[in-house]
């Protein structure tokens, strides 16, 4: 398990995407949707900011490897609405990061702590 803390601006979702990229390497059979889905949940952390926290925001990416994938969780101060994927216009400009997660992961989920949410998700084949 290997975790890096970000800011939680902007200009961060990009070294959490290579972050992802850098600890699965180039050959890794779920890099490309790894780095996709970390790159909608990283965005999401910065985009839906939380008044239950005061000074700078973070948020905190940890990749572990599994048997046969691997297990990527985003987490942040987090808010009171409930992570769920919605349905977007033809027309929207955001709004499907949840709805990725939920077409790619091979399962995906999140919970509640004391450091606030933690959305995860798990890339795995079936053998």
Do not use: K, Y
């Amino acid at each position: 398990m290997i975790s890096r803390r970000f800011r939680a601006t902007p200009d961060q979702v990009r070294p959490a995407r290579n972050f992802v990229a850098e600890m699965l390497g180039d050959g890794h059979p779920f890099r490309d949707d790894a780095v996709l889905l970390t790159s909608e949940l990283a965005t999401n952390a910065v985009e839906h900011p939380t008044g239950l926290v005061s000074g700078p925001r973070e948020f905190l990416v940890t990749v572990t490897f599994v048997v046969r994938g691997v297990l990527i969780t985003v987490q942040d101060p987090g808010s009171l609405r409930i992570p769920c994927p919605r349905i977007s216009g033809p027309d929207a400009t955001g709004g499907r990061g949840l709805a990725l997660v939920n077409s790619l992961a091979t399962q995906w989920g999140f919970h509640r702590d004391s450091m606030g949410t933690v959305i995860w998700f798990e890339l795995s084949s079936p053998n």
